[in-house]
């Protein structure tokens, strides 16, 4: 029979230890135990939040790619809305969202404008109309199909309407003043009746 022997409060001690290795682990490894460098905070901020069944602020004004001010609800009717959040000037990721839009869409033989609508809307408060028109011209030039503009639309807005939409919607973003880009996630939503 093999006997061991421990001094009282020896198994918490032991217990410890690898608690303490774990929280070690971070500053071994060069990044904060308080929440990374600054651009992981910023990155941790973005994503996606699921909200199947939510409603989307139907109210919420908007402009157009003529700088009009539209209710986001005038957007909406018997079909089915694709919406797309990303910003104009993005350097990388709404590109290609944007892209993968217009390739699906030329793909299907639904129409754009007749079947359903394609709604993209900048969560960057600082870009105009002018800059919607441009990337509006060049995606249905893409498109490529009679009355695609009609099936497109470009949108901008203040800070206050953008909030309402991509919080409806569960889309979160930050922007990081080193870099002058925004962390954000890579989504396109289908909004029904």
């Known amino acids: 029979m093999k006997r061991e022997c421990r001094t009282p409060g020896s198994a918490r001690e032991t ?5 303490v290795l774990l ?4 500053i071994l490894f060069g990044i904060s135990a308080f929440g990374g460098t600054p651009q992981q ?3 941790a901020r973005a994503g996606l939040e699921q909200k199947l069944g939510g409603q989307i602020p139907l109210h919420a004004r908007l ?3 003529h700088g009009t001010t539209v209710e986001l609800g005038s957007f909406f009717g018997p079909k089915p809305v694709i919406l797309a959040l990303a910003y104009y000037e993005c350097p990388n990721l709404c590109t290609l969202v944007l892209n993968g839009v217009v390739q699906t869409a030329q793909e299907l033989k639904l129409d754009a404008g007749k079947d359903y609508e394609i709604v993209v809307v900048s969560f960057d408060a600082r870009e105009r109309a002018a800059l919607a028109a441009a990337k509006k011209q060049i995606y249905v030039q893409r498109y490529g199909r009679a009355g695609g503009a009609n099936g497109w639309h470009f949108l ?3 800070p206050n309407a953008i909030a309402q939409l991509t919080e409806s919607v569960g889309y979160h973003f930050a922007y990081d003043e080193t870099t002058r880009q925004f962390a954000h996630p890579s ?3 289908v909004l029904t009746p």
């Not at 217990?15 to 608690?19: E, M, N, Q, S």
């Not at 929280?23 to 971070?26: D, I, K, T, V």
């Open 41 to 43: 905070q910023i990155a």
């Open 23 to 26: 929280a070690a682990l971070p």
């Open 187 to 189: 989504a396109i939503m």
């Open 15 to 19: 217990r410890a230890v690898p608690g």
């Open 63 to 65: 402009r157009d790619e």
């Open 156 to 158: 901008t807005g203040d």
